[in-house]
Nanobody
Framework: QEQVAESGGGLVQAGGSLRLSCATS????????MSWYRQAPGKERELVAS???????NYADSVLGRFTISRDNAENTVYLQMNSLKTEDTAVYYC????????????????WGQGTLVTVSS
């Protein structure tokens, strides 16, 4: 069964930086689109950033210019570098992997991590 494992959350002051990591298996990583979502208290889960297997990245408007998503194919890991953090970035951050079908009859495989808490203090 495929899994993803996040790390790197914590407490940081506003204006500071954190880097989140998400690792998965090689067979999963090399063909999957990888994304970071977040869910703040009382709010719905939202997409923060995503990156395709071909390194094409997209960002939510709220983090554009502050966050950077990247892939390390040697480590089968996706990173989310978060700079200039704001209190409104406080949330549980989830890693998500979406693997395309392996056969004509198959479907997409989507895997979620357990989440890592990021708290930004004022």
């Amino acid at each position: 069964q495929e899994q993803v494992a996040e790390s790197g959350g914590g407490l940081v002051q506003a204006g500071g930086s954190l880097r989140l990591s998400c690792a998965t298996s090689k067979r999963m990583f090399r063909i999957s689109a990888m994304s970071w979502y977040r869910q703040a208290p009382g709010k719905e889960r939202e997409l923060v950033a995503s990156i395709t297997s071909g390194d094409s990245a997209n960002y939510a408007d709220s983090v554009l210019g502050r966050f950077t998503i990247s892939r390390d194919n040697a480590e089968n890991t996706v990173y989310l570098q978060m700079n200039s953090l704001k209190t409104e970035d406080t949330a549980v951050y989830y890693c998500h992997a979406r693997r395309p079908p392996l056969t004509v009859e198959g479907g997409y495989l989507e895997v979620w991590g357990q989440g890592t808490l990021v708290t930004v203090s004022s």
